[in-house]
C-alpha cells in the first residue's frame, strides 16, 4: 500500500504562482511515477502532469504546458507542482496519483486526498 499526502497554497491571483508538494509512503513507494490530475465542479478528474519513477520522462496536459512544472525528490518519494501564470480555470481540486507513468487515471492505484486550489480574478 502506498499513502500519499498533498500539500500547498490554497488560493491564489490570477497571474501568480502556487505549489503544491505530494509525499508518498510506503512500500516500494518510490518506484512509482507520480501525477498529478484535477477536477473542477461539474467537470471529470483531468490529467495534469506526470513524472516517471526515475524523474527523467515528464508529461503535461497542453492546457497546463509552459505554465506548470513537475519535478521529484526521489529520496523521499516527494513530487511537486509549480504553477504559473495561473488562471480561473485552473480553479479545481487536484489530486495525486502514483502508478504507472500514463496521462490516464486508470494507470494510477493509490490516489491522495485532495487539495482544493482556487484562483482568484
Known amino acids: 500500500q502506498v499513502r500519499l499526502v498533498e500539500s500547498g497554497e490554497t488560493l491564489v491571483q490570477t497571474g501568480g504562482s502556487a505549489s503544491l508538494s505530494c509525499t508518498a509512503s510506503g512500500e516500494a513507494s518510490n518506484s512509482y511515477a507520480l501525477a498529478w490530475f484535477r477536477q473542477a465542479p461539474g467537470r471529470e478528474r483531468e490529467f495534469v502532469a506526470a513524472i516517471s519513477s526515475s524523474g527523467r520522462n515528464k508529461h503535461y496536459a497542453d492546457s497546463v504546458k509552459g505554465r506548470f512544472t513537475v519535478s521529484r525528490d526521489r529520496g523521499e518519494s516527494t513530487a511537486y507542482l509549480q504553477m504559473t501564470d495561473m488562471k480561473p480555470e485552473d480553479t479545481a481540486v487536484y489530486y495525486c496519483?502514483?502508478?504507472?507513468?500514463?496521462?490516464?487515471?486508470?494507470?494510477?492505484?493509490?490516489w491522495g486526498q485532495g487539495t482544493q486550489v482556487t484562483v482568484s480574478s
Open positions: 496519483a502514483a502508478g504507472m507513468f500514463s496521462y490516464k487515471a486508470n494507470g494510477y492505484n493509490y
